[in-house]
């Protein structure tokens, strides 16, 4: 029988010990490091016999006992077996972003299969002493309380979802500072609070993973009425902005956003930032980091939403220099690391870089139907 090594793996040193992890369905173990000259033999397909040739310096019955036990941990794949097939299949469809966004979705698939890590999460109860707190605060920072004029979000609901856009154009007017109040305590707010039966949490107007609110919201500020440009921090408990950086040009914006030019002509950023600790203090499993790049969604959606209900133009971006940004915000960028940019500013009514709208030619021979 032929093997090939699995082209969906992964190495790595975890607590002491060398790591391969077929994360394409097996399971990772824990293995000498001499491990890899072996694996090494099995680039393409070979048999234990033809491997033994190339690694002449081993004994033949220690490449079979090391052939068994790969095969069995899903390493080495027998040739024509549906293991083998599902491994290049993924291998070929993730081939634009392999190893990394591969490793990440497939690694923390079917986490909730093992009944272990089901018990584990469901009976974890944190210690007091051990939860962050609930809200992030800098109580040494400067500090500007925000108005706390209840915003005006009385525009339909089908008027703001189907007038909802990504906004690239801005005009030169500043965002009225009641504005971006209103903005930050709709979005990023508590709505109320819960007793989770092991502490206080509370909720926003987006749902969030079991309602551990692990994401802060920093603002950059460019064109904001009454506030002077610089970073910023959004304390939702005390409704305040807590100033972590001075100064913000265009030009630094635009760079931080990969330099994407359209991002220094916003009025203001904001950049979500994950707080790992409120997650990984219940949730063990490293599943729950997708969960957070979903809640990541949410909120970026609820902003956007309520952009246009105010009569800004919202805007979104994965794209940013991840150290650079955090380290204008005051992070380590280790439990504190950015997740996300929106920004807004006043839309300008004829955007020059509105897309054409589509006509019949557009679509040559496309087939709508399959």
Known sequence: MR???????????????????PYAGGAPVSLHPAAAEILSAFEDWATAAEATKLLDHLAPETV??????????GVLLAEGSAEAGRDEDIARDWS??????????????????????????ADRVPDAAQLPPLFTAYPDAMRLPLPRRPADLRASYDHVLYSRRT?????????????????????FGPVDFVDSGHGPLYRRTSPSGG?????????????????????????????CLELRADGLTSAEAAHLCADQEWAGHAAFLVVLVARMERLSVKYHTPRC?????????????????TATALGLGPAQTGAFNDAPLAERCGL??????????????????RPHNAPTPVTMTAFGSTVLDA
Do not use: K, M
């Open 167 to 187: 906004h690239r154009d801005f005009t030169r007017e500043p965002v009225e500072l009641e504005t971006l109040a209103a903005l930050l305590s709709t979005v």
């Open 332 to 349: 380590d960028n280790a439990g504190h690391v950015p997740v996300y940019v929106l920004a807004a500013g006043h839309p300008h009514s």
């Open 211 to 239: 309602a551990r609110q692990e994401l802060d919201a920093y603002v950059g500020i460019l064109n904001v009425t009454g506030l002077a440009p610089g970073w910023y921090h959004y304390n939702g408990l005390q409704h």
């Open 64 to 73: 079979d006992e090391a052939v068994d036990a790969f095969a069995h941990g």
């Open 3 to 21: 093997f090939r090594r699995a082209r969906c793996l992964t190495c790595y040193w975890h607590e002491g010990a060398f790591v391969v992890h």
């Open 289 to 305: 980091y997708r969960v957070c790049l979903l809640n990541a969604g949410h909120l970026g959606q609820t902003f956007a939403l």
């Open 96 to 121: 634009a972003w392999a190893p990394e966004a591969p490793f990440l979705h497939f690694a923390t698939q079917n986490d909730y299969l093992d009944t272990e890590v089901n018990t584990e999460d």
